[in-house]
């Protein structure tokens, strides 16, 4: 049994809407909204798409409790918005490699390290 409320709570945090949620998974807006009202269970074929989409492991999709954001996670967020509404996305390209290489245990260069195929921008638009 899937959390619908984390769900909900997850793609609010994300700043996503059902809509974009929707496209994200490749499932109707009506699909999405009846599994957040608790109206529909998430099928196991589409748990990771829920996952990939809303950025979290699978498990946090299956647990019965509230998973609050982290405060990393939260610190994150606000940083990734920030670097969205700034225009800055080679930053937030880099920052995703170099927090996507912690997590995995893989190699990527460290923030701030030039990354090939981006440009970063100094400052506001």
């Known amino acids: 049994m899937t959390n619908e409320n984390a769900i909900q709570a997850l793609r609010e945090a994300r700043g996503l809407t059902q809509e974009q949620l929707a496209e994200r998974v490749g499932l109707s807006i009506s699909y999405v909204s009846r599994l957040e009202k608790g109206r529909r269970n998430l099928s196991v074929k589409h748990i990771d798409r829920f996952a990939a989409a809303l950025g979290v492991p699978r498990e946090r999709l299956l647990t019965k409790e509230d998973v609050p954001l982290t405060e ?15 225009g800055v996305i080679g930053e937030v390209r880099m920052y995703v490699r170099f927090r996507l290489s912690e997590i995995e245990g893989t190699d990527a ?4 390290a030039p990354v090939r195929g981006t440009v970063v921008r100094k400052g506001p638009k």
Do not use: M
């Not at 990393?72 to 700034?86: F, G, I, K, N, T």
């Open 109 to 112: 260069p460290a923030p701030g």
């Open 72 to 86: 990393e996670d939260q610190e994150d967020l606000a940083l990734l918005r920030q670097a969205r509404d700034r």
